[in-house]
């Protein structure tokens, strides 16, 4: 079982930017893909970006695409995700999460193992 903590949440102002990272224990991270996922009181989780496990994949929810950029460093064991252009409605608490398969995914079922979040609060 792959252990997760995320980390570089923080306040920032609209159009601000944030690096996320998340960092995991276990010598099988190389071989899982990881997803970020984003929650809000009330609100269901709600995914964000995913990076496939040889990182030649990758996939966006559109609210954030062309804005989020998710990467990996199997060497650091992190997986990074590039938060640009922020706005207020992307205030959430923010989880990565992984998944015993190669391929990304966008479903929350089909993540094993989950962080415990950090904090973004975006303010206008």
């Known amino acids: 079982q792959v252990q997760l903590v995320e980390s570089g949440g923080g306040l920032v102002q609209a159009g601000g930017s944030l690096r996320l990272s998340c960092a995991a224990s276990?010598?099988?991270?190389?071989?899982?893909?990881v997803g970020w996922f984003r929650q809000t009181p009330g609100k269901e989780r709600e995914f964000v970006a995913a990076?496939?496990?040889?990182?030649?994949?990758?996939l966006y929810a559109d609210s954030v695409k062309g804005r989020f950029t998710i990467s990996r460093d199997d060497a650091q064991n992190t997986v990074y995700l590039l938060l640009n252009s922020l706005k207020p409605e992307d205030t959430a608490v923010y989880y990565c999460a992984a998944r015993k398969q190669s391929l990304v995914s966008n479903l929350f079922m089909a993540y094993n193992s989950w962080g415990q979040g950090t904090q973004v609060t975006v303010s206008s």
């Open positions: 990076v496939s496990r040889s990182a030649d994949s990758t």
């Open positions: 276990g010598s099988t991270f190389s071989s899982v893909a």
